[in-house]
């Protein structure tokens, strides 16, 4: 199982170079299922909810708009949960790069992938 974090699936959805080089690496392999987490999704909405919250009701529009397209990409993918798990996996794992700069979210996202047996794609 490859797991995509935030920045790849950001990747994923704008044309470009670096989307292209991504598919490519994705399709070369075929033998493992490419999946995202409940971060990735948080982090996204995230961004468009602060939008939202910066702007008047009408130029809100488009940033709703936005998140309904973002929940409509994210309909096509299997995005595996923070479960009980997950939360468990994160605690312990956190006093062990407390020091380092490692954020919350991509610190989930990688006790997902510990709980999970799965590889994510990270910069």
């Known amino acids: 199982m490859l797991i995509l974090d935030t920045d790849h699936v950001e990747a994923l959805k ?17 033998e493992h299922e490419i999946v995202t987490t409940i971060i990735t999704v948080q982090e996204n909405l995230v961004g468009w909810l602060n939008q939202i919250n910066r702007h008047t009701p009408r130029q809100q529009v488009p940033f709703y708009e936005r998140i309904g397209a973002l929940l409509g990409f994210y309909e096509k993918w299997t995005v595996l949960p923070f ?14 790069v407390r020091k380092t700069k490692v954020k919350d979210g991509d610190l989930k996202i990688a006790a997902i992938a510990l709980c999970n047996d799965g590889i994510v794609l990270t910069r």
């Open 14 to 30: 704008f044309d470009g170079d670096r989307k292209d080089k991504l598919i490519q690496k994705l399709e070369a392999a075929v």
């Open 83 to 96: 479960d009980d798990e997950a939360a468990s996996e994160f605690v312990r794992l956190r006093p062990l």
